[in-house]
């Protein structure tokens, strides 16, 4: 057995160059599923991976249609009936661009610089897309099989809250049944490996707030007609108090303290300076909540993502805007329920409405926190491939972070979940995002011993 | 010298349909003053405007630069030494255009519909600039002379706050020397003319806000990374109180309760039902204060024009943004000094900076109110051309608005001031502005009553 890794890791070391430049491909696609003049991208890339993965001799390949952007579905099931079937998770679309003026190099160029590969969707997820399919070709080409059965879904809607995706899990939950899900969602760096074992629940709206009929001079009309902006800021500025506490009736009624033991992981796997270095700023906000570590993991919060309204160009113009808006994202405790808090903030912000400014609060993605299984065997199976890898065991951290189809498969399926990722990156959601490339080729021979130490649990 | 009269306005008859022609022309040039990209269109219109006035014989033609963008600057001085020298004030850049998609005809073609021309700056204030070009036109085809002697200035940075002025004025005193201003930026309605007699001053700024070093994740930093987009919530949350008064200390400090005569004359110069009815809204705003007419007018306020923040796109983005800001602008009652307002604002904004935010507030314009000279022989002159061609005097009306120019002329020079208009116009500042046709056109010919009695006045 152990020459089905060596033969699957020499293969890797063997094509690296190709590999590298075949990722290019992947990356070349502007597959920005949250905005949609990039429709016709998201679904060219989903095909472009189908693709792929029938020439790996996987079956019954397809790009499954849904409300939004397909999900990439396709198996292997040729290990045999007495070993466990994976269904692996990652996610092929990205994140928006913008500041575009702030890229070093085109996003949607794979560049490579100083050991890293540079493009939107490096890290994440195309890297979670890209490592299962070369660690799938190192096995097949190496050995003539993979030593589990194999169930792919590859989403393509994650960076927008997963919309379709519990519509698509309920509907085949015959097709997706399996016996763990390893989600491939994250970061790995080699030398300080970790593994995210956690994250929050989210919900996301949109405000939408209208007071004249056009934009009116602010000569003429102003002190008579209220300005929908100033009711704008009185919402944005009535969300949090002094403190950093969110202000919403009920936001915190189910908040449950951490037990001493999770907090002690959490604190473990938080790097306080690392994280108010990477963000730029002089020091930590909302302190007196709760610690550091956990206002960033397990704590809710509430952030507005992005406002506008008016005249945002040179120079001055003298209105007062027909209407403004924000986008605001929340994310939640374990226990809070994401419908419940959705309704909390809408009650909210829309009781600004008044006989002169309407205010439409409207709800986007509501998704549930997640856990992995931290007992089976599942992530032992991960832990030892990184320990064969890296020398140490992963360090089991907390995320912030969000994602949502866990909540879905943690909630209505009940299946156990457990998490690998594909090298290291940086500037995830932000200009020059990059996945470094080293982490990303010892993260592949990882990816083989897991698929042997997964083929392994009876 | 009614035959004087007489053949001016049959010159302007005849040619009618070339003068609105001819008018399209002038409305081509995109001179956004206040949007750096149309410098060159700011100019090209200027210097058109030059060669216009050159073909009248105007003599001395220029178009003077300055800091900013060129005063148009023409004389007809050959009325005598006895009779009175007329500077007549109009300006020729417009204010931008968006909401692009809200105009019904392209904004620089002058589009003819159902009487009225459709254009950005047909109304503010192009009918300024060409009501006098072609007034003068009628006057010197039909009688060879003008009946004062006139100097022009045209301005092209009146909607950007008349950032120049102050120092061309300064600069210019000998060349601008004359017995009255006559300020033709304005509005003039034949059914029921009304003359604005006074304006508020007007200080704006801008406002920016600064935290992490670019946009983080939000799901990453929410909680521990403060967000600039909710510290400009608060800071424009902050600035009225619930009535609508204006939050910054000493603000209403400088506030004079008007006269009762004022009070009658604001009071009757002021169609609330219209005005609420032209915004689009169910009711007015800041009622409690003072009466509407009054605040719409006379009282200060306090209006932000524009913000912006963070993700603008469709769909999410799940980020703490690196920065926010907006614009504000403030109309100031009589005696409020802007410099000493634009203090009060600056200071105000910038005490929410703090360990975790930068703040900034940079001032941009501080302009007087302003006020006619209200006893003079010039507003007789103005109101009996007026009631010669429309059977009524005008109403004396007060606007909220501001126009820089008068207040510098008011407190830099001591000239008396007096105001005339052509036609009628909707939509200044807003899509679909347009300037109608059979007002303008009544317009010239009490425009050429009007030069006849200035040049009356000894």
């Known amino acids: 057995m152990s020459d089905t890794i060596q033969n699957a890791i020499d293969y890797l070391q063997e094509t690296r160059?190709?590999?590298?430049?075949?990722?290019?491909?992947?990356?070349?696609?502007?597959?920005?599923?949250?905005?949609?003049?990039?429709?016709?991208?998201?679904?060219?890339?989903?095909?472009?991976?189908?693709?792929?993965?029938?020439?790996?001799?996987?079956?019954?390949?397809?790009?499954?249609?849904t409300g939004g952007h397909p999900v990439v579905y396709g198996e292997w099931l040729r290990a045999g009936a007495d070993k466990p079937t994976v269904l692996v998770y990652a996610h092929y679309d990205v994140q928006p661009v913008d500041?575009?003026?702030?890229?070093?190099?085109?996003?949607?160029t794979g560049t490579i610089r100083a050991g890293r590969m540079y493009a939107r969707g490096a890290s994440d997820n195309k890297a979670g897309v890209w490592g299962n399919l070369?660690?799938?070709?190192?096995?097949?080409?190496?050995?003539?099989e993979l030593p589990v059965n194999v169930k792919i879904?590859?989403?393509?809607?994650?960076?927008?809250?997963?919309?379709?995706?519990?519509?698509?899990?309920?509907?085949?939950?015959?097709?997706?049944?399996?016996?763990?899900?390893?989600?491939?969602?994250?970061?790995?760096?080699?030398?300080?490996?970790?593994?995210?074992?956690?994250?929050?629940?989210?919900?996301?709206?949109?405000?939408?707030?209208?007071?004249?009929?056009?934009?009116?001079?602010?000569?003429?009309?102003?002190?008579?007609?209220?300005?929908?902006?100033?009711?704008?800021?009185?919402?944005?500025?009535s969300l949090h108090d002094e403190a950093g506490r969110v202000c919403l009736p009920g936001y915190y009624d189910a908040l449950q303290e951490a037990s001493p033991g999770e907090k002690a992981r959490i604190a473990a796997g938080f790097d306080a300076e690392a994280l108010r270095e990477n963000a730029g700023v002089a020091q930590f906000w909302g302190e007196g909540?709760?610690?550091?570590?956990?206002?960033?993991?397990?704590?809710?919060?509430l952030d507005i993502n992005g406002m506008w309204g008016g005249y945002q160009g040179p120079g001055s113009k003298t209105i007062i805007p027909a209407e403004a808006g924000f986008k605001v994202t929340m994310r939640l405790a374990p226990d809070q329920?994401?419908?419940?808090?959705?309704?909390?903030?809408k009650m909210h912000i829309?009781?600004?409405?008044?006989?002169?400014?309407?205010?439409?609060?409207?709800?986007?993605?509501?998704?549930w926190y997640f856990q992995l299984d931290m007992d089976g065997p599942w992530l032992e199976a991960v832990q030892s491939a990184i320990a064969a890898t890296f020398g140490q065991r992963a360090q089991l951290v907390r995320t912030g972070g969000s994602i949502p189809i866990l909540g879905v498969f943690n909630r209505l399926i009940g299946l156990p979940i457990t998490a690998f990722a594909y090298g290291h990156?940086?500037?995830?959601?932000?200009?020059?995002?990059?996945?470094?490339?080293?982490?990303?080729?010892?993260?592949?021979?990882?990816g083989v011993r897991l698929y042997h130490n997964l083929g392994a649990v009876s």
Chains 1, 2 share one sequence.
């Open 134 to 144: 070369k660690t799938f070709e190192a096995l097949l080409r190496a050995n003539g």
């Open 337 to 345: 329920d994401p419908t419940v808090v959705s309704q909390q903030l």
């Open 99 to 108: 500041p575009l003026p702030l890229w070093d190099s085109e996003p949607f």
């Open 153 to 237: 879904m590859f989403e393509g809607e994650e960076e927008s809250g997963s919309p379709s995706i519990e519509t698509f899990v309920a509907t085949n939950k015959e097709r997706l049944s399996a016996d763990v899900l390893l989600n491939c969602d994250g970061d790995l760096q080699p030398d300080a490996p970790q593994l995210v074992y956690a994250g929050r629940g989210i919900v996301s709206a949109e405000v939408r707030v209208t007071g004249p009929s056009a934009d009116i001079h602010s000569g003429l009309y102003g002190g008579i007609v209220q300005n929908p902006l100033h009711v704008t800021g009185k919402i944005i500025g």
């Open 350 to 367: 829309e009781s600004f409405a008044s006989e002169t400014v309407q205010v439409e609060c409207n709800i986007g993605e509501e998704a």
């Open 425 to 446: 990156g940086e500037g995830i959601h932000s200009p020059n995002e990059y996945l470094d490339i080293d982490s990303f080729c010892s993260g592949l021979e990882a």
């Open 17 to 65: 160059d190709n590999m590298l430049e075949d990722y290019k491909q992947l990356l070349r696609f502007p597959s920005i599923g949250a905005d949609p003049a990039h429709n016709a991208d998201v679904k060219a890339c989903a095909e472009w991976i189908v693709t792929e993965l029938r020439a790996l001799g996987f079956e019954n390949c397809e790009a499954v249609a």
């Open 289 to 301: 909540l709760a610690p550091a570590a956990e206002r960033a993991t397990v704590y809710p919060t």
